[in-house]
């Protein structure tokens, strides 16, 4: 029997859901956006070899891949990570929507077995949708750790649900897990009718059902899923059922009775009744060990110096140094190193092939000059955007980012953000194409565009070999001092940015910040892998698109000159005209070369052609020792080089960055407006640098 | 600090000082946030301890229904912890 099935997994945040998921799909993932939001989608296909022993699909019993993709192939759709099914958030609204909707064969609900009271929450909302449900309880090693035990057939009882233990992180139970869940979706088993009400509640959510059946069964709905969401005051709900003014005059005055009676607001009602349910449930099947409630859990005793009130800043400052040197450091600066070795080899060899082949020479120079250099340059930053997102990414998985967060909400609020930007915006000091898409995790649309637009300010990797190279040339002396005061001179203005954006485009406050600090956990390798995998790739993607138009232009107008000619040299080219045009525009900031402005129109391609670009134009090798002389050829005096750098520091984003930017603001326009906008901020901070280091004699 | 006994003269849970205890009265705020603390399972009725404080006082760390949650002292503020009635 061939059928295709879908599963949901839905799931609070923290429950090993992507463990999960990971596990059951492997490399089979798809990694999207829900339809008209940045809500990120992730579905796969089950592995095969979970399948093994039902016999019903005709696989191997040791499963191993088919060839091609069978219509008995189970699609897994990962919901996002949520811990009720309200109307308020998108993740919520989407998540409700897909399994009221598009009805998947079976809801899998993964539940944190240390968490069970919390995460049950979401599980008798999900019981009531009318979709089959099985429940895995994940992370079982921590529960027999503590010396607990869950009483699975007790609670598969009272929730009217097949339940099954399960370890994500170490493979357990998941092929028994898969087996009820194909189980379930074969025998299509009706919804659980789980009452847990009481009372007066009770009395009035029967009389909403009664009176809505109609309607919710003629929408497909279960209308004791509807019930209860027009039970807690859910507008959506009311929408899709078209309620007429009378039954919602009805419903208005059951529930308002049912407010009296139970001296509490409807939604505070709910809630009292699910969680009283939960606590009769778990008194029945959880039985806690020996440990005392009030003990420290291995979690609290770490927690004791990261959120210490005097140690915890240090150590997080310590923390990031760590990422930072991991990345730039040693370590990354080999890796990088090996890559654009790679890189360039490769190019010779292509080079090299075109050549023998005798391919029309401007084809060549198309080709090699043009397109690889151009695409070999971006994609040489790639190691470390990837360095970067798995430390960012362990750093995430153990549960110290949200920590992170805690401590640094309160200085975050001045600016009108709360604690959850400062994840994005740290990861911007490595490189603005992951610290904008890690941005995505905020539910707040209008946190989101305005942590979007101050993360470029934040100095990223890139700039650094154009500080390091600046500062051999004319700080010696003092080169660990010009980086620094070019760091902090990122994050002044960001904060200056900031206040003024706060005021001007983003009234209000950021969204609230009630956020779980879960246990920590040692990330597992293979979702840090996967994670940055998932980054490397849609990092290449973008490279390939975007960067690919881009480097062709840029490659075209320093080829050529207006006539269409070869051009005899780069000043010769377009692109020198037009250096040579808007040059005066920099005059007044210290460096009106056609020079300086040629670098900064191929810094937009990516930020290290600053270097390579001034290189080429003075003819030298940028590694040589000819190289600093040729720097202070272009950059008669500090102030120039320090307002230049300025500049560099402060303007409009590589290419890369600007499309990560267009992506996740979802707006053109936007993109738009934050690039013009930078370079005017560059361009004021720049005069300003530059006046004032000339009062000051430099 | 005796276990036995909620905090005294606690009137929401921003008042709570690290290691005290209280039971939730009243939810308050609005819309999303009302909810939001409703569903993170804080409750009438429920027992909810002050874990600690950020480095500058705010947010707060509390503990409840065997997790912490972080939670600013605005919105702390909003629920209101019941008072032991005094006994004559």
Redesign the interface.
């Known amino acids: 029997m061939s059928q295709q099935y879908t599963f949901a997994l839905a799931g609070n945040q923290n429950s090993g859901k992507t463990t999960l998921f990971n596990v059951l799909t492997g490399s089979n993932q798809h990694v999207g956006n829900w339809p008209g939001v940045t809500v990120e989608q992730k579905t796969g296909v089950l592995l095969h070899h979970h399948h093994g022993g039902s016999g019903h699909f005709g696989a191997p019993a040791f499963g191993g891949k088919r060839d091609k993709a069978e219509n008995n192939d189970i699609r897994i759709v990962d919901l996002p990570g949520i811990?009720?099914l309200?109307p308020?958030?998108m993740e919520e609204i989407v998540s409700r929507n897909f399994i009221t909707l598009e009805k998947p064969d079976v809801v899998i609900n993964i539940v944190d077995a240390?968490?069970?009271?919390?995460n049950l929450?979401l599980t008798l909302q999900l019981l009531q949708l009318g979709t089959p449900v099985v429940i895995a309880l994940n992370m079982m090693d921590e529960v027999r750790a503590h010396g607990d035990v869950i009483k699975v057939d007790e609670l598969s009882k009272w929730l009217q649900a097949p339940v099954v233990a399960i370890c994500a992180r170490k493979g357990e139970g998941i092929d028994e897990l898969v087996r009820l869940a194909i189980d379930a979706a074969e025998n299509h088993r009706p919804a659980p009718r789980v009452d847990i009400c009481t009372g007066a509640a009770h009395k009035a959510l029967h009389a909403i059902i009664h009176l809505v059946e109609p309607k919710a069964q003629a929408v497909g709905l279960n209308p004791r899923y509807a019930a209860t969401k027009l039970f807690?005051g859910d507008d959506p709900m009311k929408e899709m059922l078209q309620l007429t003014e009378d039954e919602n005059h009805i419903i208005e005055e059951i529930l308002t009775e049912m407010e009296q009676t139970e001296g509490?607001e409807r939604?505070?009602v709910m809630?009292?009744v699910r969680?009283r349910y939960i606590e009769r449930l778990l008194e029945k099947s959880y039985i806690r060990g020996s440990r005392d409630?009030?003990e420290p859990t291995k979690s609290?005793k770490i927690?004791r110096l990261l959120?210490h009130?005097?140690m915890?800043?240090p150590v997080f400052i310590l923390m990031m140094l760590l990422v930072f040197w991991i990345t730039f450091g040693p370590f990354g600066t080999w890796v990088a190193d090996g890559f654009a070795a790679l890189v360039d080899g490769g190019i010779g060899f292509i080079g090299d092939a075109l050549a023998r082949a005798d391919v029309a020479v401007w084809l060549q120079e198309l080709i090699v000059s043009g397109v690889l250099t151009g695409v070999g340059s971006v994609l040489s930053f790639m190691p470390t955007i990837v360095i970067l997102f798995m430390c960012l990414s362990i750093l995430e998985d153990s549960g110290y980012m949200?920590r992170a967060?805690?401590?640094m909400?309160?200085?975050l609020r001045r600016l009108g953000l709360n604690?959850r930007s400062f994840i994005p915006m740290i990861m911007g000091f490595g490189c603005t194409v992951p610290a904008v898409m890690s941005a995505r995790s905020m539910s707040s649309r209008r946190d989101r565009r305005f942590t979007i637009l101050l993360t470029p300010f934040m100095s990223c990797g890139a700039k650094v070999p154009v500080y390091a190279l600046f500062a051999a040339a004319f700080f010696n002396d003092n080169k660990v001092l010009v980086m620094s005061l070019m760091y902090l001179g990122g994050i002044l203005v960001a904060i200056l940015a900031g206040l003024i954006l706060k005021r001007v485009l983003f009234h209000g406050d950021a969204a609230?910040?009630?956020?779980?600090?879960p246990a920590y956990r040692l990330p597992t390798p293979r979702n840090v892998l996967r994670n940055m995998w998932d980054k490397a790739k849609d990092f290449v993607q973008r490279a390939f698109t975007v960067i690919f138009l881009a480097t062709i232009a840029v490659w075209f107008l320093q080829s050529f000159n207006f006539r269409f000619e070869a051009a005899a040299s780069v000043q010769d080219s377009i692109l020198g005209t037009l250096a040579g045009v808007i040059a005066p525009i920099f005059a007044p900031l210290g460096f009106g070369t056609v020079e300086a402005s040629t670098a900064v129109l191929t810094g937009i391609m990516a930020k290290e052609s600053v270097v390579s670009t001034l290189a080429v134009l003075a003819g030298v090798d940028a590694e040589s020792g000819a190289m600093l002389a040729a720097l202070h050829g272009v950059f008669p005096s500090v102030a120039s080089a320090l307002s230049f750098l300025t500049f560099i520091l402060l303007y409009m984003p590589c290419v890369a960055a600007f499309a990560a930017m267009k992506r996740e603001l979802e707006s053109r326009t936007w993109a738009v407006c934050s690039a013009l906008g930078q370079c005017g901020v560059a361009w004021v901070c720049a005069l300003v640098v530059y006046r004032v280091c000339l009062l000051l004699g430099l | 600090m005796d276990k036995k006994q909620p905090a005294a003269k606690r009137e929401n849970v921003a008042q709570l000082q690290p290691g005290e205890w209280g039971i939730v009265d009243t939810v308050g705020g609005e819309g999303a946030l009302h909810r939001h603390l409703l569903d993170m399972g804080i409750t009438p009725g429920v027992h909810v301890t002050l874990r600690k404080t950020a480095p500058m006082g705010d947010p707060l760390e509390i503990h409840l229904r065997g997790y912490s949650l972080t939670l600013r002292k605005d919105d702390a503020a909003r629920i209101t912890l019941r008072q032991e009635e005094e006994q004559e």
């Open positions: 811990y009720s309200s308020y958030s240390t968490n069970l009271e919390r929450y807690e509490m939604a505070a809630a009292d969680y409630d009030d609290d927690d959120t009130p005097v915890a800043i949200a967060a805690f401590l909400d309160k200085p604690g609230p910040f009630i956020m779980e600090l």
